[in-house]
DNA sequence: GCGAGTATACTTGTATACAAGTATTATAGT
DNA sequence: ACTATAATACTTGTATACAAGTATACTCGC
């Protein structure tokens, strides 16, 4: 029933050490945001664990953990999917920019080189991922470039707000660029060259730079946003016209 | 056990429709932040188990909630305390501060009257908590005056961001409250005189207003803050001295 | 045909059972 | 006395069992 007509969305290699429930958590979850899963299905414990092939106690920890999410909302009866709209994703954006320009104000009360050392690390890291057209890597990393900023000021309920919205993110990004990657190589550099802003604006401790560079990376979101809403249409269509 | 020395510290009426899982963690929570359970000490869930007399699955759902919250982290072996410091308290208004800052900018470009009428009603409530000295409900309400103005502008992840540093507030501001409300009057006039400010901000769309009453808001909570921490202090030595 | 009431099937929440793995402790050998 | 190894006791993660409650559907009466 799972693997009827897709393999499994989340990166296998990144669930090594992951445990059955966070493994459905992420399956879930990529299945939710991607759109496979429409907004409004309500899903049973009984049948997810039967989908899935394991017993309801993972299955809860997953329903519990997207709940935290705001990617299903814990009824009565059965978990009702409440999905990832334009909305939604500009709301996690609201909330990166918020979090992310509260760490800057304190990041440049500090010495920085060694958090600008680790970024240019990354962002070398992420050229090679584009030099050998690996989208997943190339998202893992971009996602990590921001985790490394919100934890270097070492604040335990940033720390905290990036947890509960790093998943989501990450599977967003990892979706869109999965789209993107063989496409549009000007959006890639046009990534590469905001993150090095980013670096810039840290580095220099320069607050103009880095709102521009904040802005910037959410213009390109913003395109990223219309196009996977495009796509979940295309498949709710798709749905659709199967089931005549 | 449990009950030897100290009765329940979380409200019974607060938990009228929580379940077992809930309850324990709402329990848990409350003692860890008062100081009862020290940092450091590693949970075990068989332990707890025993010690409320519930099974394993409501332990571990209170403890993935705890950990959620930051106060206790799940390792390999057991769950170690992590405890509430004058640091993380400082943080959790940080984020207030953030949240509240955000939620006002977007509150201020829409009508507020609704809110302004329901934000003077948690007020009179509070005055009548006041007067009959009731310090749960006033901590209780003074919480629902702050998650109202949040939830007002329906933002979905600004709305998840307080759902998660919620609890640890509403404990902690519970605690104070306890210990605050028969001895001094003044700081219960001030903080009422604050909440007046605010709505104040809010209705006349004054940023400076609003500021303002943040801040105060703020040195109010610094006071508590030291109160409650000298209080743990004695609790712990208060222990000290029972072992020997 | 239609409404009321009951029965059934499915829901979650909690308890218990089991398996795999880890730390500690005790014992045996040097 | 000390080290190494083995055994034991305790840890979590998952599966299963059971109970209480709710929605649906069916049947019976009108």
Redesign the interface.
Known sequence: MLNDSNDFLYPDKWLSKASTGERVACELRMRIISGLIESGTTLSENKLAAEYHVSRSPIR?AL?VLS???LIRLERMGAVV?GLTE??IE??Y??RL??ET?VFERLVKNDTTSVVRELTKILEMMQIAIKYKDADEFALQDVLFHETIIRSID????T??WN??KPVMESFILLSMRMHFNEKYDDLSRIMKNHELYIDAISSKNREIMIQSLHQNFDDVQGKVDDLWMSQQMLSKAREQEKE
């Open positions: 920890e519990k935290n999410e705001n409440v909305k939604e709301e996690i609201d909330v918020l979090i509260f604040h335990s309920y940033i905290m707000i509960n919205t």
